[in-house]
T-cell receptor
Framework: NAGVMQNPRHLVRRRGQEARLRCSPM?????VYWYRQLPEEGLKFMVY????????ESGMPKERFSAEFPKEGPSILRIQQVVRGDSAAYFC????????????FGPGTRLTVT | DAKTTQPNSMESNEEEPVHLPCNHS???????IHWYRQLPSQGPEYVIH???SNVNNRMASLAIAEDRKSSTLILHRATLRDAAVYYC???????????FGQGTTLQVKP
């Protein structure tokens, strides 16, 4: 059973461009979480999605960030008009069920904004 | 969100047991106790979780105090590959999100 897959693993964007980060959950998992780890800081929750629904987006910045998890295909975290402060490692995790269950993390996408 | 308190760092010798403590005095009745670890330049890795009873799996054991205000992650024989940041997290059954603190950086000496 393949683990959580994220691509790209490394992404370089210039200020003002868009970044699209993809996450394919483990087979059979319908719950996806996104976390961000800024340089020298801890992991911060961003958003929790279940197929076609956003369950909790309390950690998402109010502007420029959006996430989706369509019925078919990977979950997408989209950052519009990137700024240098968006440079971070973005991790996706999936779970077979929601609240209270273990989450399995992907290897992350390291975004660098120049 | 209920908080946890962990020592910033700990050291262990290879092949010796390691006991990583965590205090969570404000835990609520529906909070699960989760442990994750993060090796350098990798994503977090699930280690173990429990609610009230002690738990064992192939990676570790989780000992939960009777009042649930503290817990201990036990690595039975530390290896160099166990050097990582270990996070103790309270996962609410009401939400799915994990709130990561600073964790404990474990160093394993050969």
């Amino acid at each position: 059973n393949a683990g959580v897959m994220q691509n790209p693993r490394h992404l370089v964007r210039r200020r003002g461009q868009e970044a699209r980060l993809r996450c394919s959950p483990m087979k059979g998992h319908s719950h996806v979480y996104w976390y961000r780890q800024l340089p020298e800081e801890g992991l911060k929750f961003m958003v929790y999605l279940q197929k076609e629904n956003i369950i909790d987006e309390s950690g998402m910045p109010k502007e420029r960030f959006s996430a989706e998890f369509p019925k078919e295909g990977p979950s997408i975290l989209r950052i519009q008009q990137v700024v240098r402060g968006d440079s971070a490692a973005y991790f996706c995790a999936s779970s077979p069920r929601g609240q209270g269950y273990e989450q399995y993390f992907g290897p992350g996408t390291r975004l660098t904004v120049t | 969100d209920a908080k946890t308190t962990q020592p910033n760092s700990m050291e262990s010798n290879e092949e010796e047991p390691v006991h990583l403590p965590c205090n969570h005095s404000t835990i609520s009745g529906t909070d699960y106790i989760h442990w994750y670890r993060q090796l350098p330049s990798q994503g977090p890795e699930y280690v173990i979780h429990g609610l009230t009873s002690n738990v064992n799996n192939r990676m570790a054991s989780l000992a939960i105090a009777e009042d649930r205000k503290s817990s201990t992650l036990i690595l039975h024989r530390a290896t160099l590959r166990d050097a990582a940041v270990y996070y103790c997290i309270l996962g609410s059954s009401n939400t799915g999100k994990l709130i990561f603190g600073q964790g404990t950086t474990l160093q394993v000496k050969p």
